[in-house]
């Protein structure tokens, strides 16, 4: 059987991985490469890279990244932030990245979408939601960390993306991000079944047994978190065996 | 030295299959290359492909690499992947499109109506993630590789081979279908040893080394 995927996700800025990594052991804490070979070895089964670089001047670093980690971690690597062109998805994919994810251009230009994935395939685009609840059972997708209401709901806008060629959902919930207290199970699930793709839940993530919601209830394909693997709180093989002992097929 | 040769007809980019097998094979010659002359000098050959098959017949016949890619399926170790895999076959319900014709069969689409999982709930396509490869036989690009083993998987599309002897690996995901398939010095699997992590690699070693 297909396992359900666990995520780590990384925020990197001019080449360095920031919001602090404290593994036990770890020489440079900043390190992406060393980061990305920890989780691979932890059972990792992608890493994402979400690019917050502020600087313009500074985009390019992140292609460098990518060709350093694509080196040595053999597994799927995801890169986001920032994406705005047909032409920064090449880029991304020719260092190295998979998938790439793409956000707010998607909603100012959805045609973006079309045409990355007509270019490149529908498998490695990834088209990142960040949705708030408007009322109950109602969500809206957002842009700028969750301050612009684009108007869009959140159903409506992930089946068509999906119909414009998206090969996966990254599904965020503002209202959860950096709470602690577990996904928007009710968007999560909502949105799953809704679209043919496959989503990613993420934001809200405090504790293991969120993660295992986020696939049971949420009906997630994957789950993505940052913090709760960062700090050395858990490793991502301790989520999989509590995954594994609620049933829910994993690598191990 | 020898020479490993993965064919780009510029569909996606074929650095991971690159380094992927530099990781394992630091000793040998790595060539990317789009070069029928340099296909036809490797000691061995690797067939990668991704996006659409149309697209891929279009690209690899637009460079003219058709008769290498014939020429080294024909006589030296060959390792198709993913979409590479696929083009062995006769036609692909993807475009409707002609393959390669090497090998006897069809690639069809995951079907809707088997898209059901154990639990009941849709199963997502593409069929994205780590799934396990039940080996069909004994095979030495298995070596070390144990029987259910989880690779990964990104596709839509897979193979259905007329003939039951070419089928290497099977895999579960609403059917059973064909994950890898060989004969004589053919080798090709559905799954991506180059993001596989160890087994991944594992793979791919057993290919540098494999003597059809």
């Known amino acids: 059987m297909l396992a359900k995927r666990i995520i780590p996700c990384l925020d990197v800025s001019a080449g360095r991985v920031v919001k602090g990594v404290n593994f036990v052991e770890l020489r440079d804490a900043g390190d992406p490469v060393e980061i990305a070979k920890r989780y691979d070895e932890q059972g990792a089964d992608e890493i994402t890279f979400l690019d917050i670089t502020a600087s313009s001047d500074d985009r390019d670093i992140i292609l460098h990244v990518v060709e350093q980690v694509a080196e040595q971690v053999f597994i799927p690597l995801t890169v986001g932030g920032g994406v705005r062109t047909v032409d920064d998805v090449r880029r991304l994919l020719n260092a190295g990245a998979d998938k790439v994810s793409i956000n707010t251009a998607a909603v100012n230009n959805p045609q973006v979408v079309y045409d990355a994935s007509s270019k490149v395939g529908s498998q490695c685009i990834v088209v990142a939601i960040d949705a708030k609840q408007t009322a109950p059972g109602k969500w809206q997708v957002f842009t700028h960390g969750g301050r612009n209401n684009t108007g869009l709901d959140a ?98 | ?35 029928p002359a340099v296909v036809a000098a490797a000691d061995r050959v690797v067939f990668p492909g991704q996006g659409a098959m149309p697209d891929c017949m279009r690209e690899l016949d637009l460079r003219g690499l058709r008769p290498a890619v014939l020429e080294a399926a024909a006589s030296k170790p060959f390792l198709g992947i993913c ?41 997502k396509v593409p069929h994205m993630g780590w799934n396990e490869v039940w080996q069909n036989s004994a095979h030495a690009l298995w070596e070390g590789i144990p029987d259910g083993e989880r690779f990964y998987f990104v596709h839509s599309y897979y193979v259905a081979p007329a003939e039951p002897a070419l089928v290497a690996a099977r895999t579960d995901y609403g059917v059973r279908f064909t994950s890898g398939v060989a004969r004589a010095n053919i080798f090709a699997v559905q799954f991506h040893p180059e993001k596989s992590a160890q087994a991944g690699l594992r793979l791919l070693s057993n290919f540098i080394r494999w003597t059809p």
Not at chain 1, 157 to 175: C, H, K, N, P, Y
Not at chain 2, 7 to 22: P, Q, T
Request: no cysteine.
């Open chain 1, 155 to 252: 159903i409506e806008w992930a089946q068509r993306v999906e119909a414009l060629g998206a090969g996966e959902i990254l599904l965020t919930s503002m209202d959860r991000d950096g709470t602690k207290i577990g996904f928007d199970l009710g968007l999560t699930r909502a949105v799953s079944d809704a679209v043919r793709i496959p989503v990613i839940a993420s934001g809200g993530v405090g504790t293991l047994e969120h993660l295992s919601e986020g696939v049971s209830t949420g009906r997630a394909d994957a789950v993505l978190a940052a913090s709760i693997f960062h700090f050395g709180q858990h490793t991502v093989r301790e989520a999989k065996e509590l995954m594994r002992a609620h049933g829910i097929e994993v690598r191990l």
């Open chain 2, 1 to 35: 030295m020898t020479t490993v040769a993965i064919i780009d007809y510029g569909m996606g980019n074929l650095r991971s299959v690159a380094k992927a097998i530099e990781h394992v094979a630091p000793e040998h010659r790595i060539e990317v290359t789009s070069d």
């Open chain 2, 83 to 123: 979409i590479g895999q696929q083009m062995l076959f006769e036609n692909s319900e993807e475009g409707d499109v002609p393959g390669l014709g090497i090998f006897r069969g069809e690639v069809v689409r995951f079907r809707d109506a088997d898209m059901v999982g154990v639990d009941g709930a849709r199963l």
